[in-house]
């Protein structure tokens, strides 16, 4: 069954196609088939060939609501949707008007929603959408669906027995990100200067440095920084595996290292104001800093290699 692109996946697509990837390794990184991708950018391209995010999305959605119009059975009678109109009352669900109408409960909620937005507080929830008393949410789907559980990571990466295995992570400045990992044995810091958190920038940092191209595993949270991980694991000998939805404890050695990191760039940090410079040497100070947990060692020597070797 065909799923529509999200904006998310439309962002990716650009990302690597500027980066001269092959057809064939971008549907392998969003999970799609070739004649997927194809489809999309004959579609959704501009006329010159050029194939922006946003333009794509903006398109697909005029075409998929211009193709649904000839469809919509209120909008098409003017006397049936002046009818339901005049019967809508907080007290008289759509289901009875339906009933009367013989309508589908549904398509007089989706023409309110799609075209009569201002008759919601004749709804006798007033618009406000309801879950059934002890259902829980949905689970996310897309490209979430098929990543590596951590609870599939190896007891070298679980029991912190040998180094190279990485927590990682993003954190926030204004105009920017700081792209952060963390060897969960030595405390061993990595941090790279992104101008965004999206995927691309993180990728493009991951494959050109040269100690996370030999770490034996990654652990990511679940962010769309890390959307790219099957090329995250091409371009080098990690596995990627990622911590369940909000639960930032199951990578707490890279969340204690962030804090840290935060004593020095706290929240409002301007990207422009921080360069290569002030940054490496924060991470310097960071990594032959003695560690009580590491029992007063540093993790440069913990983890066997100084940082300045990179």
């Not at 991470?283 to 290699?305: A, D, F, I, Q, S």
């Amino acid at each position: 069954m065909y799923k529509h692109f999200s904006l998310k996946e439309r962002f990716t697509l650009a990302v690597l196609l500027g980066q001269d990837y092959e057809l064939q390794d971008i549907a392998q990184a969003l999970g799609r088939t070739n004649s997927s991708i194809t489809r999309e950018l004959d579609r959704n391209s501009r006329p010159n060939g050029i194939y922006e995010a946003r333009h794509a999305h903006r398109l697909s959605k005029l075409r998929r609501r211009d193709s649904k119009i000839s469809s919509h059975k209120i909008e098409n009678d003017a006397e049936l949707a002046s009818r339901l109109e005049s019967r809508l009352h907080p007290l008289v669900s759509p289901e009875v008007i339906a009933h009367d109408e013989n309508v589908c409960p549904e398509t007089i909620y989706s023409w309110i929603y799609r075209s009569r937005p201002d008759l919601k507080e004749k709804l006798p929830q007033r618009g406000r959408k309801r879950r059934r008393y002890g259902s829980k949410r949905a689970k996310k789907q897309g490209w979430t669906r098929d990543v590596r559980s951590i609870s599939e990571r190896s007891a070298g990466a679980e029991n912190r027995s040998r180094v190279g295995h990485f927590e990682g992570d993003t954190i926030r400045l204004k105009g920017g990100a700081l792209l952060t990992h963390t060897d969960r044995k030595s405390r061993f810091e990595i941090v790279h200067l992104l101008p965004s958190e999206e995927a691309g920038p993180a990728h493009r940092a991951i494959k050109n440095d040269r100690m996370l191209k030999i770490a034996k595993t990654i652990t990511y949270d679940r962010g769309s920084t890390f959307s790219l991980w099957r090329m995250i694991e091409n371009d080098t000998a990690a596995k990627v595996f990622f911590a369940n939805a909000h639960h930032p404890w199951e990578r707490g050695t890279n969340e204690n290292a962030n804090q840290r990191l935060r004593r020095v760039f706290p929240k409002g940090t301007k990207y422009i104001n921080i360069n290569e410079e002030n940054l490496a040497q924060t991470v310097w100070l960071m990594n032959h800093t003695k560690r009580k947990g590491l029992n007063w060692r540093t993790p440069c020597e913990v983890y066997g290699r100084c940082c300045t070797s990179n």
